[in-house]
């Protein structure tokens, strides 16, 4: 069953941090741009995250940058996402997708309302700052 599932949210204090996990199972990640998203309650979905194929490239919105780090592992076919200096603004379900494409071109990744035929995104973890 070709999926992705998220891991690693959870409640944390203000300024703490964490990592979060992307597995992929029943195809291999190494081959597709991945990134992560996060929608907020009664919020819309931001895009967080984006790193290419071989890492040759990353993207990060201004609102993370600095504390936000994506990176993979291919021999565990997995991607993380790791949050320094929580706030609780970062409060929201985070989701990672690939749009099967090998770069952070796709508009998908910088805004995430816009879904690409073909679209493969896992369920969400939940991460909550508490201040």
């Known amino acids: 069953q070709v ?3 998220e891991s690693g949210g959870g409640l944390v204090q203000s300024g ?4 979060l996990s992307c597995a992929a199972s029943g195809f291999n990640l190494t081959y597709f741009a991945v990134g992560w998203s996060r929608q907020a309650p009664g919020k819309g979905r931001e895009g967080v995250s984006c790193i290419s194929v071989n890492d040759i490239s990353t993207y990060y919105p201004d609102s993370v940058k600095g504390r936000f780090t994506i990176s993979r592992n291919n021999a565990k076919n997995t991607v ?10 970062d409060t ?9 494409g ?14 690409p035929d073909g679209l493969l995104a896992g369920q969400g973890t939940q991460v909550t700052v508490s201040s």
């Not at 703490?16 to 990592?19: C, N, V």
């Not at 993380?80 to 706030?87: A, E, Q, V, W």
């Open 3 to 5: 999926q992705l599932v």
């Open 16 to 19: 703490g941090s964490l990592r």
């Open 102 to 115: 090998m770069d952070c071109s796709g508009s998908y990744y910088s805004t995430p309302s816009e879904i």
């Open 92 to 100: 929201a379900v985070y989701y990672c997708a690939t749009d099967r």
């Open 80 to 89: 993380y996402l790791h949050i320094n200096n929580l706030k609780p603004e």
